[in-house]
């Protein structure tokens, strides 16, 4: 069956316009567990812990915690090398600057599951006291030779520690990026262009 070129514009744009959806899952923690998530000694915090719903994910960093430690809670996805993805989370820091921060970070991984040390690309860190706010990574693109994205939680102690601190995160979001409404828009009217300079010929 044969489309005409303002079919297809309109069938292009019709599909441009669909939002990509979020490729992680249980992304709210809404299970309250870690179900899909590698967390080592994480915890699915209530009430005030979760940006929305029941639940956030929660990492305790108390008094005289070694400097240079790394707490990670981290789901891997699958992607396609040289599409572009958005990822996004809320982070809350609760209780006292005690020389810890909080970040999220996508690491790439290739077909063995390896990271790709060097392709990664993080948030700004957060080293004080924070109520929720979103943090995002827009139009980050997979590198050549990965085949799954780690989207990573990160906690960090900077030095020995001094006080108590709690890090959550809440609602990540990882899925790949879209046009544009402006960029959809031009595309059409391109499309369009040639549809018309096409029918006038067949005019003459």
């Known amino acids: 069956m044969k ?19 979020n490729l992680l899952l249980n992304p709210g923690f809404e299970t309250g567990d870690f ?21 956030g994910g929660s990492y305790y960093v108390a008094p005289d915690q070694a400097g240079g430690s790394y707490f990670i809670l981290d789901q891997a996805v699958d992607v396609v090398e040289g599409q572009k993805y958005d990822a996004s989370c809320w982070m809350r820091f609760a209780g006292t600057a005690n020389n810890s921060e909080q970040f999220m970070e996508v690491q790439w991984l290739n077909g063995l599951g390896e990271i790709m040390w060097g392709n ?74 040639i549809y018309l300079f096409r029918k006038k010929k067949t005019m003459r």
């Open 35 to 55: 179900t899909e998530w590698n967390a080592g000694g994480w915890y699915a915090g209530s009430e005030g812990d979760a940006h929305s719903g029941t639940y």
């Open 120 to 193: 990664g690309v993080g948030t700004t860190p957060v080293s004080g006291p924070q109520e929720y706010t979103q943090f995002s990574l827009n139009e980050i693109t997979a590198p050549v030779g990965a085949a799954a994205a780690s989207v990573r939680a990160v906690v960090h102690t900077t030095d020995v520690t001094s006080d108590n601190a709690w890090h959550t995160f809440d609602d990540f979001s990882f899925a790949a990026s879209i046009p544009e409404p402006t960029t959809i828009a031009f595309l059409g009217l391109g499309l369009s262009g």
């Open 3 to 21: 489309m005409s070129i303002g079919k297809w514009v309109v069938a292009g744009l019709l599909t441009a316009s669909v939002a990509s959806a």
